[in-house]
T-cell receptor, first 114, second 110 residues
Framework: DAGVIQSPRHEVTEMGQEVTLRCKPI?????LFWYRQTMMRGLELLIY????????DSGMPEDRFSAKMPNASFSTLKIQPSEPRDSAVYFC????????????FGDGTRLSIL | GQNIDQPTEMTATEGAIVQINCTYQ??????LFWYQQHAGEAPTFLSY????GLEEKGRFSSFLSRSKGYSYLLLKELQMKDSASYLC???????????FGTGTLLAVQP
């Protein structure tokens, strides 16, 4: 079975540019999560969706960040405009909708903002 | 609020046993997860505890004491490939939402 698929794997762009990260969850999973991981702050939850609806976006750092899930098989995380401090590894994860189900992570997008 | 505490780094010898501790504080509790993350890779699920006691899975075991806000991950017969970061994650509130600790970087030496 295919796991969570993220693209691109690496992104290098200049400050001020728009960045779009993409995620395809595991088929049948009801929950989708976006995380950011840095050495300083570890793995932080940015936002998560249940059945395509955003449930909690309290982790989104500021208005420059937005996320959408137009259907059950696709989600995007957008940063506009990007800043050097946004450099991190961004992970997407999905899980089944019942309690206590483990989250399955994609391989991540390593983002560098110059 | 929620707070998770893990040691930053640990070192152990191949073939030995190592215990990685995790203490937490939370107003609600729905379970505690352990994940393994190799350098440059994604976290992968290892274990889940929601009731007190020990859960065993091959060379890995995880223990939980809810009254003490304490968990540990026990790795037996250590192998070089076990060198990784081990993340403790708390399911403390809304369904399926996890709060991760900063992780314990384990180095297994020959």
């Amino acid at each position: 079975d295919a796991g969570v698929i993220q693209s691109p794997r690496h992104e290098v762009t200049e400050m001020g540019q728009e960045v779009t990260l993409r995620c395809k969850p595991i088929s049948g999973h009801d929950y989708l999560f976006w995380y950011r991981q840095t050495m300083m702050r570890g793995l932080e939850l940015l936002i998560y969706f249940n059945n395509n609806v955003p449930i909690d976006d309290s982790g989104m750092p500021e208005d420059r960040f937005s996320a959408k899930m137009p259907n059950a098989s696709f989600s995007t995380l957008k940063i506009q405009p990007s800043e050097p401090r946004d450099s991190a590894v961004y992970f997407c994860a999905s899980s089944l909708g019942t309690d206590y189900q483990p989250q399955h992570f994609g391989d991540g997008t390593r983002l560098s903002i110059l | 609020g929620q707070n998770i505490d893990q040691p930053t780094e640990m070192t152990a010898t191949e073939g030995a046993i190592v215990q990685i501790n995790c203490t937490y504080q939370t107003s609600g509790f729905n379970g505690l997860f352990w994940y393994q993350q190799h350098a440059g890779e994604a976290p992968t699920f290892l274990s889940y505890n929601v009731l007190d006691g020990l859960e065993e899975k091959g060379r890995f075991s995880s223990f939980l004491s809810r009254s003490k806000g304490y968990s540990y991950l026990l790795l037996k017969e250590l192998q070089m490939k076990d060198s990784a970061s081990y993340l403790c994650a708390l399911a403390g509130g809304a369904t399926n939402k996890l709060i991760f600790g900063t992780g314990t970087l384990l180095a297994v030496q020959p």
